[in-house]
Structures are given as structure tokens and as C-alpha cells.
């Protein structure tokens, strides 16, 4: 390789690394001025905050930001759209399959879990916008590019563990940047512990759809029972929340269209 094919490559790395690490900073900082500090997720009661937030943090820069940077990642050469999870359908819809039942297994074993029919669609529906965008960030650009770094200078079970341990310890720490009860040190070691969960789950399917379903049903029983315990406005959401089953909605069809139309068309240096 030439001194200026070497000098390109730095430079494309250092972009790569600039764009991740940007993106989560964003994330993390639009979650803190739209959620954490408004305490958003406490108020059900108030639609226009619960959607500024939903579209600001997580469409906008979690999904389509997120998105763009495996675009980016994927056309200069450094990540390929199957290992960030980008795959065929059947095997998609197989691990969203695979996620929601392994998910409703871990939900239903846990101490006094909620099961009001009314709580958990609510529930799902606006722990899944906020585990979309958590999942593409965390795992699908942060994890994806960590491993394909690691994998450079170190064998594969390191590279993998690294990996996991990378994409977990920020998906916790960005918990800071919520509303109680999830902004405590304690909650960001718990939930490091479940973001490794997620990220076996993840680079043992390759599959960014299975992983977006496991990840809301780890986080449903969190988010019910702050709501049982916290929300003064429980009843608010013992019925069907249009709002919030529409953002998931428009969520999953605003991610396809991303796959589909925008993605996958994208040209691609081959991946060393």
C-alpha cells in the first residue's frame, strides 16, 4: 500500500470515528434537552413534548442520523451492510420472531411483571421508537464499526467482546441523559448489564430488525413499572394511546424506507 493510500485510509478512519462518536453526542444531548430535562417520559399526559422528543432524538438524529452513518460507512469501504445488521428479509423477520419471544420469556419471568393489555401496547409502543434509535446508534453504527476496528489489531473473541462491552457501556451511560428513574449510577450499571444482552443477541443474528424487537420487550418491564410506580396520570395509559402507536408505527415504516430506498441502493468500496 502507498504512503498516500495509507495517509486516505487514516483520514477515512478518523472521519468514521468523528461521525460515531458525533452521532451519539447529538443523541445523547437532544435526549437530555428534550426528555431528561423536561422529565417527558413522567408527563403522559403531555403529546406535544412526548412527540418533539420522539421526533428530535430519535427520527431524526437516532433513525435517519443513524442510518446515514452506516450509508457513509458502508460506501467508503468499512462496514458491510450485513454485519450492521442490514440483511434479507426472511431472515429478518425469523429474529424479530426469534426477539420477541425470547424478550417475552425474560419479561414474563420477572418479579410481578405488568399486564394490563392497555399498559403493555402503550408501553411497547413508546419503549420501540426510543430502542430503534437506541439500537441503530449503539449497535448497528457504534458496535459494527468497533468490532471492524478491533478485528484489525486483535483476534475475534476479542474483538467481539470488546465489542459488546463497547456498544453496553454506552448504551447505558447515555441513560444519564433521561428522566428518573433511569438517570442514576446505579441504573447505568444495570443497564449496561442489559445492553449486553442485546449485544449478543445482535452480532449472534446480524440482524438489526430482531434486535430492535428484542431490545422493547428488555425494556418494556422497566418502562411499565416506572409508569405503575411514578406516573401520576396512570390511567392515561390503561387505553390506547393513538399518538404513541402511531410514532412506533411511523418509526418501523421510516426505517424500511431507509433500508429499502436509500440503504441498500448505496455504491460501495469493497471492504478490506
Request: proline residues 3%; contains cysteine; positive net charge.
Amino acid at each position: 500500500m502507498s504512503s498516500d493510500t495509507q495517509r486516505l485510509a487514516r483520514i477515512t478512519l478518523w472521519r468514521a470515528l468523528a461521525l460515531a462518536v458525533s452521532l451519539y453526542v447529538a443523541w445523547t444531548a437532544a435526549t437530555y434537552l428534550l426528555e431528561g430535562r423536561l422529565l417527558t417520559l413522567l408527563r403522559p399526559e403531555d403529546t406535544v413534548d412526548r412527540l418533539t422528543y420522539a421526533v428530535g432524538a430519535n427520527l431524526l438524529i437516532g433513525t435517519i442520523g443513524a442510518v446515514g452513518v452506516v450509508r457513509w460507512l458502508h460506501g467508503h469501504g468499512l462496514i458491510r451492510l450485513d454485519a450492521a445488521g442490514f440483511r434479507g428479509w426472511r431472515h429478518s423477520l425469523g429474529s424479530v420472531a426469534a426477539g420477541l419471544a425470547l424478550g417475552g420469556v425474560i419479561y414474563a419471568v420477572q418479579p410481578a411483571p405488568v399486564w394490563q393489555p392497555g399498559l403493555l401496547l402503550n408501553g411497547f409502543a413508546q419503549v420501540l421508537v426510543v430502542s430503534t434509535a437506541e439500537v441503530l446508534v449503539c449497535w448497528t453504527v457504534i458496535a459494527t464499526l468497533s468490532e471492524r476496528l478491533l478485528l484489525c489489531g486483535f483476534g475475534s473473541r476479542i474483538a467481539y467482546t470488546g465489542t459488546a462491552l463497547i456498544a453496553s457501556g454506552l448504551f447505558g451511560l447515555y441513560h444519564l441523559a433521561h428522566s428518573p428513574p433511569f438517570n442514576t449510577w446505579d441504573m447505568v450499571l444495570l443497564l449496561t448489564a442489559v445492553g449486553l444482552g442485546t449485544s449478543v443477541f445482535f452480532l449472534k443474528t446480524r440482524s438489526v430488525y430482531g434486535t430492535i424487537a428484542f431490545h422493547t420487550m428488555l425494556g418494556l418491564y422497566g418502562v411499565t413499572q416506572s409508569l405503575v410506580t411514578t406516573a401520576e396520570s396512570l390511567e392515561t395509559y390503561e387505553s390506547p394511546q393513538g399518538p404513541l402507536i402511531g410514532m412506533a408505527a411511523v418509526t418501523i415504516l421510516l426505517l424500511v424506507a431507509l433500508d429499502t430506498r436509500w440503504l441498500r441502493r448505496t455504491p460501495s468500496a469493497e471492504a478490506a
